[in-house]
């Protein structure tokens, strides 16, 4: 059966407040829960206050300590209901209803009667006024509410620390507003509807997205969820509304990412797919790069770890564009997008030709797999995977030219197309294993990944070698496990069933591997991969980064909420969805 709507109810209590914080599109605060207190942190980098591109992982909440108090000053225990809009916090002081009035405010309904509340914020002056109070810093936080103020006190802790304590009369409809923004201008404002009018954004959302099979609506409603509470506004470097990858996690957007975030967002809104795309365009660089991460305050252009160098992400970005085309037809967007895009392509034939006559990655990161056995070696690599992404590029600017009516440069990108398969094939296929080399110096990187099957995905290989491809690609010893793919062959000294890219499923990988082995004429596995992918993803709680090949479980350190993993769920469902309404007709 086909669901017709997946309905907001399903996300009832989706959201934990631990590892799954409640927000709302375009903002950067989350709430949070530890025991019996909130906390609020901000999904901000703040590269330039605290010298560091990664610092904001261990940063405390910008407001903890948050909680509602008895006549003694003892926190109120509570227990709570989560829905997409609303989090219900009830205590026997009555409920507490949150809430956002817009992405810098959090709204809390107040119930009848008198009660304490406490916080700590961090900040390096404060005052109260009659309606709450005002501390600035960093970020600026005002507490305002229409209630009654009892008490109104700030004390400073120190260290930048200060904490709040009030005590409210409240009667029906009171609200307490707490409005944290960069911003010398706060919202004091308090609103007449705020759970009707969250409730109203929610549902606007769910109810536009296409239906899928019932066996994958909770999953892929939640799914849904994350790639609209994810999204950043814009601010200073944040060009565009996009989709942070995890705002817990991976504070920014990444090229990489951007590109499977646009594939899923085409099901329901041209403008945010596009933009997916146009945030990582806008900040190109003079020579054609384009940045590995875009966030508020700047581009990630240049690291210094593990080795120091520029970095970039995979050229997937005019495929992904294309997949839009198919959907909205907006040959427009072509036309804007395919000068930067040639300015890419050349980028990489330019500066990264290696003398055998393919491209090399310089930087570990460039590749987006971090930490892949492929690196034990050295840089730079001759990669398989990226002289595969770099085929599907030219393929894919031919495409784009002939929709456009260039015809000489759709020919001059097809011609060159053929022209790089032949060269990947001559300089890295092995032979005597039937897979495709990485090289490094020359010589041949002794690890066994899936990504020396990727050339499948060109769709353009002899028979023969698609067949050992797929060989490897199926083999229970190999990667064609109970929850493939695993990124390090099972019997590959150097698998990890839980470390990053050295053995985990990652689902953006089964997303192509599903589509090479669709663009081979094995229709047949690459619908048994997308529901093995569907089927892992859908079995636990969350949607994360990536999941142990054996177990379908999470690792230690895999994200949660995660972007892309979401976006590749709900793209895959709507393919089943549409392979089984297939069959039924």
Request: net charge negative.
């Amino acid at each position: 059966m086909i669901t017709l709507k997946p309905l907001t109810t399903t996300l009832h209590n989706r959201i934990d407040l631990i590892t799954i914080p409640f927000t709302e599109r375009g903002s950067r605060l989350m709430l949070l829960r530890n025991g019996n207190h909130l906390a609020i942190r901000l999904a901000e980098r703040w590269e330039r206050y605290n010298g560091s591109l990664s610092a904001y992982r261990a940063r405390p909440p910008i407001v903890r300590n948050f909680f509602f108090s008895d006549e003694n000053g003892d926190p109120l225990s509570f227990t709570i209901e989560t829905y997409a809009h609303s989090v219900e916090m009830t205590t026997k002081s009555g409920r507490f209803d949150w809430a956002f009035a817009d992405t810098e405010t959090l709204a809390v309904c107040l119930p009848n009667g008198q009660y304490r509340l406490e916080f700590a914020v961090y900040a390096q002056r404060a005052t109260t006024d009659r309606r709450g109070g005002v501390l600035r810093g960093v970020r600026n936080i005002v507490y305002t509410t229409n209630a009654r103020l009892v008490k109104n006190v700030i004390t400073a802790l120190g260290e930048d620390w200060f904490k709040v304590q009030i005590t409210i009369d409240a009667q029906a409809h009171n609200i307490l507003l707490l409005n944290v923004t960069p911003r010398w201008g706060f919202n004091r404002a308090i609103p007449d509807t705020v759970i009707e009018s969250a409730r109203l954004r929610w549902n606007t959302w769910i109810e536009a997205v296409p239906p899928v099979l019932d066996t994958y609506t909770a999953q892929y409603t939640y799914a849904w969820w994350v790639m609209n509470q994810g999204l950043l506004n814009t601010r200073y470097y944040f060009t565009r509304e996009a989709l942070s990858p995890s705002k817990l996690h991976y504070v920014g957007v990444w090229l990489w990412d951007q590109s499977f975030h646009a594939i899923a967002y085409r099901h329901i809104n041209m403008k945010l797919a596009e933009d997916q795309l146009r945030i990582m365009l806008d900040h190109q660089q003079a020579d054609g790069m384009l940045p590995d991460a875009v966030h508020d305050e700047g581009a990630v252009t240049h690291i210094t770890r593990p080795i120091e160098g520029t970095v970039t992400k995979p050229p997937i970005v005019a495929w992904s564009a294309l997949k839009l085309f198919e959907k909205y037809g907006n040959r427009d967007f072509l036309e804007e997008i395919y000068e930067p895009l040639q300015r890419w392509q050349d980028w990489w034939l330019r500066d990264n030709l290696n003398e055998c006559g393919l491209c090399e990655y310089k930087h570990p990161f460039s590749s987006g797999l971090d930490d892949s056995p492929l690196w034990d070696c050295g840089m730079p690599v001759v990669a398989a995977d990226l002289n595969t992404y770099l085929y599907i590029q030219m393929e894919s600017l031919s495409r784009i030219a002939s929709v456009i009516e260039l015809p000489q440069d759709a020919e001059q990108y097809q011609a060159q197309a053929v022209k790089w398969l032949q060269t990947l094939i001559d300089v890295l296929w092995n032979e005597e294993l039937g897979i495709f080399d990485s090289l490094h110096n020359g010589q041949r990187i002794p690890v066994l990944t899936p990504f020396s099957l990727l050339p499948l995905w060109t769709g353009k290989l002899p028979a023969a070698m698609n067949e050992r491809l797929i060989a490897h690609l199926t083999d229970p010893a190999e990667f064609w496990t109970d929850h493939p793919i695993p990124t390090v062959a099972l019997n590959d000294p150097t698998f990890d069933a839980n470390q990053m890219w050295r053995g985990p499923l990652w689902p953006n990988i089964n997303y192509l591997f599903v589509e090479a082995l669709t663009r081979v004429g094995r229709d047949d596995l690459a619908g048994e991969l997308r529901r093995k992918t569907l089927r892992t993803l859908a079995a636990q709680p969350d949607i994360y980064e990536y999941y142990n090949p054996l177990t379908g479980e999470k690792p230690p350190k895999a994200a949660s909420v995660f972007g892309w993993s979401s976006a590749v769920f709900i793209d895959l469902a709507l393919q089943e969805t549409l392979s089984a309404f297939s069959k039924r007709k």
